[in-house]
């Protein structure tokens, strides 16, 4: 009998932690994940994780530890964007938004010490990423009137 009781005991305790955990995980109020979309409305509030590097004729992107920096950033229509890779291995920065069929920028393998740049006319968000190391290079260029 007392292993009757005991088991029942176990098993609703163990019924109320998966239903407490199940909860936990719907849970509403929870951080939405982040997306890959990117908004291109600028307003004069910075989006959190933003540079605001509006005003400069050419801006520097650093390709470094596997790394971009600064990740994601604002600028004005006309500016240069220069990658510079400070690594020893090649990257090769491409654009997530498509002309057709091919990205809009590919700047192939840019070797050590190489840079690649870029000037974009048109306002809009624009994600890319390291082909070689896509998983953990990526940034997004939001291109303000």
Same mark, same amino acid.
């Given at each position: 009998?007392?292993?009757? !009781?005991?088991?029942?005991?176990?098993?609703?305790?163990?019924?109320?932690?998966?239903?407490?955990?199940?909860?936990?995980?719907?849970?509403?109020?929870?951080?939405?994940?982040?997306?890959?979309?990117?908004?291109?409305?600028?307003?004069?509030?910075?989006?959190?994780?933003?540079?605001?590097?509006?005003?400069?004729?050419?801006?520097?992107?650093?390709?470094?530890?596997?790394?971009?920096?600064?990740?994601? %950033?604002?600028?004005?229509?006309?500016?240069?964007? %220069?990658?510079?890779?400070?690594?020893?291995?090649?990257?090769?920065?491409?654009?997530?938004?498509?002309?057709?069929?091919?990205?809009?920028?590919?700047?192939?393998?840019?070797?050590?010490?190489?840079?690649?740049? !870029?000037?974009?006319?048109?306002?809009?968000?624009?994600?890319?990423?390291?082909?070689?190391?896509?998983?953990?290079?990526?940034?997004?260029?939001?291109?303000?009137?």
């Amino acid at each position: 009998m007392k292993n009757i !009781i005991l088991a029942a005991l176990v098993s609703g305790l163990l019924a109320l932690a998966g239903l407490s955990l199940f909860f936990w995980y719907l849970n509403p109020s929870a951080p939405e994940p982040e997306t890959d979309r990117v908004s291109a409305e600028i307003t004069d509030e910075v989006p959190v994780g933003y540079f605001d590097l509006r005003g400069n004729r050419e801006v520097l992107i650093s390709l470094q530890e596997f790394d971009i920096n600064p990740e994601k %950033i604002i600028i004005d229509r006309g500016t240069k964007i %220069i990658w510079k890779n400070s690594d020893r291995v090649f990257h090769r920065v491409v654009s997530d938004t498509l002309v057709g069929d091919k990205p809009l920028f590919d700047s192939q393998n840019i070797k050590s010490g190489n840079s690649f740049e !870029i000037t974009l006319a048109e306002a809009g968000g624009f994600p890319y990423r390291c082909a070689a190391h896509p998983d953990t290079m990526k940034g997004v260029i939001i291109v303000d009137e």
